[in-house]
C-alpha cells in the first residue's frame, strides 16, 4: 500500500509500506477515506518532537472497516467510522473516568532511564510518534485500529467524511481551548 511515510526532521515520502494486518483480536483494519494534516504532524516533521525510526503519519483520519478481529462486537465489515486520535483501551482506571487521553495500557512502550514508562505519559496517539506508542498513523491507504471497540465511532449515512473528519482531533482540541480560555475568563 501508499503512505506517508516521516524518516527523519525534514524528510517525509511518499512510501509503498507493507498492508497493516489484524494483530490481536481486538483490532480492525480500515481502509482510509479521508484524512488531515495537522500542526502536531509539522512538529515531527521538523525534529521537534523526537522519531528516530521511519514511521506512518497522521493522526485525524477516517474510513470504511474492511477487517474484523475475532472477538470485536461494535464494528462490522462495510461500516463507515471516524477514529479519535488517542488508542483508548477501556478497561483501565482511566478510561473506567472518562480520561482516556490517559489511558494506562494502550501506550506499552517503555523509554524512562531505567527502561521504565516515563510518568503521565498518556495514551498512545495514531502516527505521533515512538514516544507515543510508535501506532502507524492513517495518511496510508489501510490503518489497523486497535482496541476497536472502544473509540471509533460508526457515521450515519447522511453525512460526509468532510463534515465528520474533524471530530478526530481539531474540533476537541479548539473546544478544549475555548473552555480553557472561558474559565480564565478570556475570550
Given at each position: 500500500?501508499k503512505a506517508v511515510v516521516?524518516?527523519?526532521?525534514?524528510?517525509?515520502?511518499?512510501?509503498?509500506?507493507?498492508?497493516?494486518?489484524?494483530?490481536?483480536?481486538?483490532?480492525?483494519?480500515?481502509?482510509?477515506?479521508?484524512?488531515?494534516?495537522?500542526?502536531?504532524?509539522?512538529?515531527?516533521?521538523?525534529?521537534?518532537?523526537?522519531?528516530?525510526?521511519?514511521?506512518?503519519?497522521?493522526?485525524?483520519?477516517?474510513?470504511?472497516?474492511?477487517?474484523?478481529?475475532?472477538?470485536?462486537?461494535?464494528?462490522?465489515?462495510?461500516?463507515?467510522?471516524?477514529?479519535?486520535?488517542?488508542?483508548?483501551?477501556?478497561?483501565?482506571?482511566?478510561?473506567?473516568?472518562?480520561?482516556?487521553?490517559?489511558?494506562?495500557?494502550?501506550?506499552?512502550?517503555?523509554?524512562?532511564?531505567?527502561?521504565?514508562?516515563?510518568?503521565?505519559?498518556?495514551?498512545?496517539?495514531?502516527?505521533?510518534?515512538?514516544?507515543?506508542?510508535?501506532?502507524?498513523?492513517?495518511?496510508?491507504?489501510?490503518?489497523?485500529?486497535?482496541?476497536?471497540?472502544?473509540?471509533?465511532?460508526?457515521?450515519?449515512?447522511?453525512?460526509?467524511?468532510?463534515?465528520?473528519?474533524?471530530?478526530?482531533?481539531?474540533f476537541p482540541t479548539g473546544?478544549?481551548?475555548?473552555?480553557?480560555?472561558?474559565?480564565?475568563?478570556?475570550?
Amino acid at each position: 500500500m501508499k503512505a506517508v511515510v516521516f524518516h527523519k526532521p525534514g524528510d517525509i515520502r511518499y512510501d509503498t509500506v507493507e498492508d497493516p494486518r489484524i494483530e490481536l483480536a481486538t483490532d480492525v483494519i480500515l481502509k482510509v477515506t479521508s484524512t488531515a494534516i495537522c500542526g502536531s504532524d509539522l512538529h515531527i516533521l521538523s525534529g521537534g518532537v523526537p522519531q528516530t525510526e521511519p514511521m506512518i503519519m497522521g493522526h485525524e483520519f477516517m474510513g470504511i472497516v474492511e477487517e474484523v478481529g475475532s472477538e470485536v462486537k461494535n464494528l462490522k465489515k462495510g461500516d463507515r467510522v471516524v477514529v479519535p486520535f488517542p488508542i483508548s483501551c477501556g478497561q483501565c482506571f482511566f478510561c473506567q473516568h472518562q480520561a482516556s487521553p490517559s489511558c494506562e495500557n494502550s501506550n506499552y512502550k517503555h523509554y524512562g532511564p531505567n527502561g521504565d514508562m516515563m510518568d503521565q505519559k498518556g495514551a498512545a496517539l495514531f502516527g505521533y510518534t515512538d514516544l507515543y506508542g510508535g501506532y502507524s498513523g492513517g495518511q496510508a491507504e489501510y490503518v489497523r485500529v486497535p482496541y476497536a471497540d472502544i473509540s471509533p465511532r460508526v457515521v450515519p449515512e447522511n453525512m460526509s467524511d468532510e463534515q465528520v473528519l474533524f471530530l478526530t482531533d481539531i474540533f476537541p482540541t479548539g473546544g478544549l481551548r475555548l473552555i480553557g480560555l472561558s474559565l480564565k475568563g478570556e475570550k
